[in-house]
């Protein structure tokens, strides 16, 4: 089953909208606190190039920690898997995204996965090129590529508000150096890790990306292998073990699909071999994922049967 | 692509077996010392009936965590989502399956999933009868019914032994008997637990029950709903987040299918809509998950493309 | 400097008083919920035999935690030191009384002292004896003798109270039997420490024994050396260290003498080398300490330079 | 009970010193790894000025971790108890000195005590001053009139190794500054408290600073009050408590005495109102603690009777 029409979406999207009082914006990101807590949109991008939306798709919204599977994209085509997950681990956890006691307590001292903090910085990390501004500039290239969005960049007030606020980062950053997973300039790595956590889309652009996910890597119109296969398949093995921080199980039994979200209130979501979806709703729950976005991918799910299990 | 021969598969179980070397049988639960390190042995269950097999599948093998999904589904079916999940959790965790760390430090006191001991014990205290004797005997109906072997039954030396030796088990149970998840006397629950891991089953066994979850609950031949549709689906959320211990989010990527394994050397694997997986391998790896089993898995999930991400 | 009179230590619990407004009595032992929550009694017992006192000093307590001392005394005149502290730690923690998590992580998995609840299950388990009735008589025999109250008991309700409602302690020893701290029935300990917990006394007697460490283990009146010298040492370092809860560091601050309190509100102190103190205040802080007991010994701490350090 | 002369002290030194092969050189601020792994020094301060030595006492060593008692002091001073208490707390813990878990896990967030590195960064933060030299040359002043010795100072190379190397403090630190326990710049701190650790003295400086101690803060020789009373006692309180790492329970059993140490090999011991003690052993049992100068003191604690307990 499909959706088949705009106003059947936006029926559901009135609907989850409802939820969005019970979520709140976070402010521990000052240049995020002024996002509309009731706004919520979505796009579903099909693999023929039709796109269906409902609520203001054209609103900017920041990556965030929906960054992370897009960097571990690239970490894995620059490095290949075995260096990549000799420095990260690939179990998820219970523990919230932004822990450092699980680092102190495991032998080695590795981050157990790229969606939690620790590991997304590892992962960043890894990205090659001689400068963070060559390093930058490749992860928005082939973020670009992805979403066929040539114009994309980063908004630099949200970067630099994270930059100034993101002493948990650096100390994880440092945590990591002093067990040699890291060995750059720290500084240099928030600046790297703050861009790309403010790499600015709308859901369109989001639905798109994730319906290269979906298609195993593919471009949806031209066919083009964007991503390998293999690493298109482990990033999806990651949305759905942890990429709702720590509400992941619960949405795998709910939803049942690959989706990553940040707490800027955006989730991309990949239905496998059938289509991609972008949500942009910036009430959080508790866990700080978007509360209406949930809701309405619970309802999606049902309606379509979405679930991969 | 599917296995297409007999021999085909015996190979496969052949290049596997080199593996056994670097494992080591369980010894903790003393009536599992004598288990042969070196075997190997699997079956395939297909929906029209057919079955491949390869290695001494008639050997009998004890379910031990692999039951923990098996009481699960009982315990949905008997108690409705909403109970179970008010009590046990639905996150995949970092921690050993016998952690219980974790349960103190998270508020409310729950145990994160049904997968780790503490979730297991929780949810088998939720499986209704009278009587230890009614509870275990509804659980291994339930289990013939799946298996389609009327006469399967539990290994009474194996439960003995496991009953007098499982006091971290007791432990996890006091706490949550404090923590008010489970309110029956621990000594039952620990008679109707060790029985349920002690029940003994051969590979062609443990292949049908696999092809019920593949096929979303339905018998693989009188295509009756053995398991509601989602019960069997949140079944098998569980085998993909948490089912191989803390090496889950490894297999997800490597093998990525649902599947349960067990101390005993078990592992019972889903593959979605296609078949079901029946291995014996007693020799472990440091996480507890057969190490030839797992071997195997990853050499067939690339042969024969099973990972769903 | 030293009380002069009486008026004097009743002028200290009249200002003490005024903070069982600010505690709560304990309520998660049935038996403990009775008590009168504004009522705060005290007794200073010298080497002389002189006992001053104020409030109503007839009243009875059960020992509850302040019994982890004794019987670490008994245990280490029954046993010796080389042979407790090879089973229990030294070391204190900042951990609450009744945590687990700290045994998992720790390598080997000992208790980290004999103040908190797992290391004092530990201790008790080492009392000599055939029987737990027997044990239960030698402990009671050897605070009889500390006392001088050769007709003190224990409190039946408040034991069989416990009794039913300890499974966080039978959490612990079960977990203790697994890594081979006990050995013994678990039942069995249960009865001997809940026993234990609940032996009566009131101020008077406290105070007569808090003067035995005062005294370095002589009889404050016969000076018949009651405890060896060694061992009322040792259970002073731990009574500083650890003796009330996980506000010791501050107790040592802010009052600097050996101190061990439990959660019906008693606290037994030594002065070293000049009195003993005995205290009872019901009402609870968050920590489990007799908050107007702390109040009392911080105000007599500064007007008689009671402090060691 | 005293030491009568050099001879017998000469001879204790020559007992202890058997134990210096069990112990290792701290090795991970590289310039520490140079220190000569035999040797053992010990001084003795008395109130008179007599002072008693063995070994080669005129040999440096940096302060490192002792130099948190002495911070802590200043603070103190500088700031009052309550500010102090308000952003550190006083409890002992179970974990080692570097440990980041517990305040992660703690509520409110706040480092344990002085005496882990996490307290003892945030203590030094509290040190009044315009800048970094400012502050640094306020307590380098401070040591100077505690030790007599107006012309000690630093050690420029080990400091800079530490700066070098000192990750996981910057880690800390920055975990401190998210929670606002400290808000300088952390490059500052880091270079203040790398300074702070390298300061340099022999163990007859030690002594005499232990000596001011055991005087409740006066100057042995002229009798000024150098430390307020009730902040020596609050120093001495910690030294006892948590002086020597997650091995001060141990200590407090075994000695008894006020004593802190530093991965450097030395020990500065306080024994109430008698004397100070300085010690200097660079190799180092498995806790951090000089090997063979914990030998020398607990043969001293039962021939001298030093124990406070």
Redesign the interface.
Known sequence: MQCRSVNELQKLVDDAKKYTSTGKVADYIPALKNANKDSLSIALFYPNGNCYSAGDVTENLTLQSISKVLALALALMDRGQEYVFDRV???????PFN????L???VPSKP??PMINAGALAVTHMIKGDSVEERFERLVKFIRRLSGNISLGYNKDVAMSEFKTT??N??????L??HHIINED?EQLMDLYTKQCSIEMNCLDLARIGCVFALDGKDPISEEQLIPHHVA??C???M???GMY?????F??KV?I?AKSGVSGGIMGAV?GRFGIGIYGPALDEKGNSVAGIELLKMMSEKYSL???
Do not use: H, W
């Not at 681990?89 to 523990?95: K, M």
């Not at 650096?170 to 945590?175: D, E, H, K, P, V």
């Not at 720590?246 to 619960?250: D, F, L, Q, R």
């Open positions: 681990g690939q179990e998820p956890t219970g523990d822990s450092i006691a699980k102190e307590t495991s157990l996965n002493d948990l650096r100390s994880l950053c440092y945590f150096k002093q720290v398949r482990i999806k093995t990651f759905v073990t942890c720590n509400a992941s199980g619960e795998a039994i049942g690959p496998p679930s991969m299990f």
